[in-house]
């Protein structure tokens, strides 16, 4: 059984920071922080092409000289997240909460924990992002991770009170709202209220067909 990591309390807002090409010049002067910049945004091309290897061996050789630059210690985070590497990924995620004080992260990083199997780690961060009252598509990402976390371990019940907290269908859905919906309407019929779910699988379809598999979910449900 894991106990919850002892996390120092967040500031009240976000740490202002340099951003990258500053910071690395300062931690390792004109020239070769200006190297460093052209290989972050070496590596930063690489993870969004999803050459996650490349991405990661470019980034480690950096976080050795600078771990205290913000996008190389987030960038890594996210490439070992995509390569499912969830201890490293939580090790550098950590480290991003604790050199920003932000909450950006915490979706990703709760993700990690629920990955492990660390419950306690994934509801300390919901509650910590819950209290920042960041951006709707944001606190949903952070609500379905939570979700996600009950649901495996079974606790179905609890999960949808969770996603059906505060929810409304919107006049004008975003990606997030769809992203919401999707998941209510998979619990909904996990837990056998097939009306429902068929309803907001339709309500998905009607605003983009094409969503994951909303339509074989609904032919499945008849």
């Known amino acids: ?55 990661r061996r470019i980034l480690n050789s950096l976080v050795e000289r600078v771990p205290q630059v913000v996008e190389v210690v987030e960038l890594l985070g996210l490439t070992h997240y995509r390569l499912g590497h969830w201890r490293a990924a939580a090790k550098r995620l950590e480290s991003f909460r604790d050199l920003t004080g932000g909450t950006e992260q915490h979706p ?40 996600g976390a009950l649901t495996d371990q079974g606790k179905i019940a609890e999960a949808l009170r969770l996603l059906e907290r505060g ?14 919906a999707y998941a209510l309407a998979d619990l909904y019929e996990r837990s056998g209220a097939m009306p429902r ?19 074989d979910r609904l032919r499945a449900l008849g």
Do not use: Q
Request: net charge positive.
């Open 1 to 55: 059984m894991y106990r919850v990591l002892d996390r120092a309390p967040l500031p009240e807002g976000p740490i202002r920071l340099p951003d990258s090409d500053v910071a690395l010049r300062r931690a390792l002067g004109d020239r070769a922080g200006t190297r460093a910049a052209s290989r972050l945004r070496e590596a930063a091309r690489a993870f969004e092409d999803e050459r996650f290897g490349d991405s």
């Open 108 to 147: 990703v990083l709760a993700d990690c924990y629920r990955a492990l199997g660390r419950w306690a780690d994934v509801d300390a961060l919901w509650t910590e992002l819950r209290e920042a009252s960041p951006s709707a598509a944001l606190m949903t990402e952070g609500r379905l991770v939570a979700a």
């Open 167 to 180: 929810w409304s269908v919107p006049k004008r859905p975003r990606d997030h709202h769809l992203r919401r």
């Open 197 to 215: 779910s068929r309803e907001l699988f339709r309500w998905i379809a009607g605003n983009e067909r094409d969503f994951v598999d909303v339509a």
